[in-house]
């Protein structure tokens, strides 16, 4: 398997724990992996959109079902049967969730996943209070 990272060169701060977005992007890189038995290629990707940070975790593995990709987020469901508990993707969506964030998939059978997670940009201390400088 090979990895491959592209990041924009300016990332703006978001406000986070980091703690629980480690969580939620070890997730989406273990999927990733499991759904790449034979070997492939994990892309990671950062983008800057202004007021919001969106990162792509793109494999080329065995991609998700269409009729499975709107439930993929809810507990207790997992493409992989029985080795699968189907709480990592819901654990990751709550964890987005708070963040004031976004989390979906875009797949492909046989051809591959895309997870994009998009995180609010920190925002100055001024424009989050609401207060105006005179």
């Not at 499991?34 to 065995?62: I, K, Q, S, W, Y």
């Not at 987020?73 to 508990?85: D, K, N």
């Not at 993707?89 to 963040?99: A, C, K, N, T």
Request: include cysteine; proline fraction near 5%; charge should be negative.
């Amino acid at each position: 398997s090979k990895i491959v990272t592209a990041f924009d060169e300016t990332l703006p701060t978001t406000l986070a724990d980091p703690n629980q977005l480690v969580q939620v992007f070890l997730n989406l890189f273990v999927n990733a992996g499991l759904a790449m038995p034979e070997g492939g290629t994990l892309t990671v990707r950062a983008r800057n959109l202004g007021d919001r940070v969106l990162v792509e975790v793109h494999d080329t593995g065995c991609g998700i079902p269409e009729d499975m990709l709107d439930k993929i987020f809810h507990p207790f469901v997992s493409t992989r049967g029985q080795r699968g508990t189907g709480l990592g993707l819901s654990v990751s969506y709550g964890i987005v969730e708070r963040h004031r964030g976004r989390i979906w998939a875009e797949s492909e059978v046989g051809r591959g996943s895309t997870f994009f997670v998009e995180l609010p940009v920190e925002q100055p201390e001024r424009a989050r209070s609401g207060a105006r400088q005179e």
